[in-house]
């Protein structure tokens, strides 16, 4: 996929996670993350903490980090005791093996009764991965739609990213949305059968929209 606009230019290998996984698209609003978990040497201890909102790629992130680090990830700061994660961060300190956490929410946020967890984590660097900016979530629609095997045309990815509530959770949603639509009417997906969709499913804004009539396509 070329790069768009905007997008930015790292010297990464992490195209793809594996057979299940579709591609991690970096833009404005995960570089700084992705860059940072690129260079384990440069971390000043052995453990970070990934934040970012539901369906924005962390766990892809986090397969990948596996994949070419050899560390450890635990997914969901809560799906682990605090006793294990006590002694996974001791751990990547002793081995050099790095740990990453992936979370809804920095560890300030987090309810730790441990106190030396909660000691051990406050030195810990937090990556966040902010909402998607235009280029991101064009390339985001077009790539979900590409791992569904429907080749999207251009215009219609440039039509909704506009119109819609700017994050992860409604690219997903819009996806789904377009894909049933199609086919349970048989018809590809156009500009029209678009419009249509996110009106009908209240995914868009309609006084946004009307707004925006003079600029809606064929």
Do not use: K
């Not at 990453?100 to 929410?105: G, K, Y």
């Amino acid at each position: 996929m070329a790069r768009a606009p905007g997008q930015i230019a790292l010297p990464l290998d992490w195209s793809a996670g594996g057979s299940n996984d579709g591609p991690l698209i970096v833009g404005t609003s995960n570089a700084d993350a992705v860059r940072y978990l690129r260079h384990v040497a440069t971390w000043p201890v052995r453990t970070a903490v990934l934040t970012g909102p539901r369906g924005s790629g962390r766990s892809l992130i986090g397969r990948l980090f596996a994949r070419d680090t050899g560390g450890r990830v635990i997914d969901g700061h809560g799906s682990v005791s605090e006793e294990e994660m006590f002694h996974a961060w001791n751990a990547a300190q002793m081995s050099g093996v790095p740990l990453l956490i992936i979370a809804d929410a920095p560890p300030a946020e987090w309810n730790i009764r441990l106190p030396d967890l909660r000691s051990r984590l406050a030195a810990v660097p937090v990556l966040a991965i902010g909402e998607p900016d235009d280029c991101l979530a064009r390339d985001l629609i077009e790539a979900l739609f590409a791992q569904r095997g429907i080749a999207l045309a251009p215009e219609v990815a440039s039509y909704i990213v506009p119109r819609m509530e700017r994050s992860y959770a409604m690219i997903h949603r819009i996806v789904a949305a377009l894909d049933a639509a199609s086919l349970e009417t048989g018809r590809s997906i156009g500009v029209r059968l678009t419009r249509e969709t996110l009106l009908s499913q209240g995914l868009i804004d309609p006084d946004l929209l009307e707004r925006q009539e003079s600029d809606i396509c064929r």
